[in-house]
């Protein structure tokens, strides 16, 4: 939005025309699929990274960044001019670009909240000082973006509560805060998130957190606000969570992100009454934010296609051309994926398990407390599979002359093999060696027994595709390549 506000790299800076052309490529196609699109306004204030910005961050009272010991310049009075123009410019071009409103954000101790908080505004001019100063900002910015997108144009506003932190505004604070901007009737909702850049757990909750964080705040809101509706965000995760909220009142909308990384076809299944067809998201925070954080293009610990759409269709499908026998080998995560993109496509597909249950190592972290998401990911796949037709063996090891030669069995045309988790590459060199020797493994995992391993070292020999996880550096890990081309 600004150049003084740079947080992650891959921010589209809207500070020129040019987003123009490119962002109506993607509006064009979300309204043609019968979708509202709306741009959030983002601008970190005090929190940026000068690693990507090269500028200093621009904050009401100059502040420390959470992202690096830079600090921040306090904003001299046209500054804060120059940025409230940014942000009316870049609505406005939000709107040519063909998005339907704008988000403008003042969650997560961003620039509005800094603004909104007396820690960090102590400014003693006209935008700081009693809480008519510190929300001038914010109330002025919606205004003008009010006048210049028109009526129709949607505005919503972004904020967070993070209660376990003392300097940040508590839920009575932010209440009267909205009050005061419901009152002008320019802003359509307001969307509530969970901590802020000063505790930043709170922000994508993994696992830890538990769910619906922040329906305390929005049920108290929605007593509060006339116009504007209300949000509920973070840890929502389920289409079961969101009608629970909406049915008891707690909050107008809910928002599901990570839920959408994991399935990216939810609201769709949903709306088809397939609500049990949903890959659930586990929480785990490991692809999506783990490697946002890094500045790399996100994915998903158990989507695997998020991310890579235009090479894998974003778990859509396309029959194979000439369906096959496929034999997948350990019904592990990489096995159980396997077999069930191989099934989507139309192939015949036989999954074959040493131990008593399916999920290998990833069932053994379900176990433990607070991971049960994991185990319905196990319970999903069941579901998945038996829907699709696929034969699945388990207690079953399977000898090397039961696949013989180069993954041809007896008796059938053509198997891609994909290996099992406990498989010891041949030369006993990579990571299946080290499962083998701290093979203090798991009740019901592949490795448990001695025999598990040998077999599965057996079977790595002359394979064509030995894939899943555990498999050392011999392993070719395309395992679902093998059976997407
Ligand atoms: C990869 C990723 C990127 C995100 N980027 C933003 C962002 O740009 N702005 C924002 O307000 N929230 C962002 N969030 C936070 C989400 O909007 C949401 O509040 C959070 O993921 C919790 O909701 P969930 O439990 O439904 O995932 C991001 C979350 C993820 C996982
Ligand atoms: S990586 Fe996938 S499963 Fe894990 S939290 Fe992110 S979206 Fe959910």
Redesign the pocket.
């Known amino acids: 939005m600004h150049r003084t506000g740079v947080l992650t790299r891959g921010n589209f800076l809207h500070s020129d025309d040019r987003v123009i052309p490119a962002f109506r490529t993607i509006t064009d196609e979300v309204k043609d699929a019968g979708a509202v699109i709306i741009q959030?306004l983002?601008h970190v204030g005090a929190h940026g990274d000068s690693d990507l910005s090269f500028a200093p961050h621009w904050s009401p009272s100059g502040g420390p960044s959470y992202h690096d010991s830079d600090g921040s310049h306090a904003m001299t009075g046209a500054e804060v001019e120059e940025l409230l123009e940014a942000h009316v410019a870049a609505a406005v071009r939000a709107k040519a670009a063909g998005f339907q409103g704008v988000e403008v954000?003042a969650?997560?101790h961003s620039l509005l909240d800094q603004f909104w908080t007396p820690w960090s505004n102590q400014r003693t001019d006209q935008w700081g000082g009693a809480l008519e100063g510190r929300t001038r900002f914010s109330r002025e910015l919606i205004e003008r973006v009010r006048r210049a997108c028109g009526e129709e144009f949607i505005v919503g506003l972004?904020v967070s509560y993070s209660e376990a932190y003392e300097v940040t505004l508590g839920a009575e604070a932010l209440c009267e805060i909205l009050d005061l901007h419901d009152r002008t009737g320019h802003v359509d909702y307001v969307t509530v998130?969970?901590g802020s850049y000063l505790e930043f757990e709170s922000?994508?909750?993994a696992f830890t957190h538990g769910e619906k964080l922040t329906t305390p705040l929005t049920a108290q809101l929605k007593g509060a606000l006339r116009h504007a509706v209300v949000t509920s965000?973070?840890?929502?995760?389920t289409p079961e969570n969101g009608e629970a909220i909406i049915a008891s009142g707690l909050a107008d909308l809910v928002?599901?992100?990570?839920?959408q990384?994991a399935d990216p076809h939810l609201a769709r299944k949903v709306a088809e009454g397939r609500s049990s067809d949903i890959r659930g998201c586990i929480s785990c925070n490991q692809m999506?934010?783990g490697r946002?954080s890094r500045d790399y293009w996100?994915s998903c610990l158990i989507n695997p296609s998020a991310g890579r759409e235009f090479e894998w269709g974003g778990d859509r499908f396309s029959p194979a051309a000439a369906p096959k026998d496929v034999l997948v080998i350990g019904a592990g995560p990489a096995g159980l994926e396997a077999a069930r993109v191989a099934a989507e496509r139309g192939h015949r597909v036989e999954i074959v398990e040493a131990s008593g249950v399916v999920g290998g190592q990833l069932r053994l972290a379900g176990m433990q407390p607070r991971r049960g998401q994991i185990l319905e990911l196990m319970d999903w796949y069941e579901r998945q599979l038996d829907q699709l037709g696929v034969t699945l063996r388990l207690n079953t090891f399977l000898e090397a002359e039961e696949v013989a030669g180069d993954g041809v069995p007896a008796g059938r045309d053509r198997v891609p093999a994909l290996g099992a988790s406990g498989g010891i590459p041949a030369g006993d060199r990579g990571g299946g060696r080290l499962v083998a020797r701290s093979c203090a493994a798991p009740r019901g995992s592949a490795g448990r027994r001695g025999g598990g391993l040998r077999r599965g070292r057996q079977l790595a020999r002359g394979r064509d595709g030995l894939g899943a996880g555990g498999a050392g550096e011999e392993g070719d890990h395309r395992h679902a390549g093998a059976v997407r081309g």
Not at 255 to 259: D, L, Q, T, Y
């Open positions: 959030q983002y954000w969650a997560y972004a998130g969970a922000i994508i909750p965000e973070a840890g929502v995760r928002s599901i992100v990570r839920g990384i999506c934010w946002r996100i």
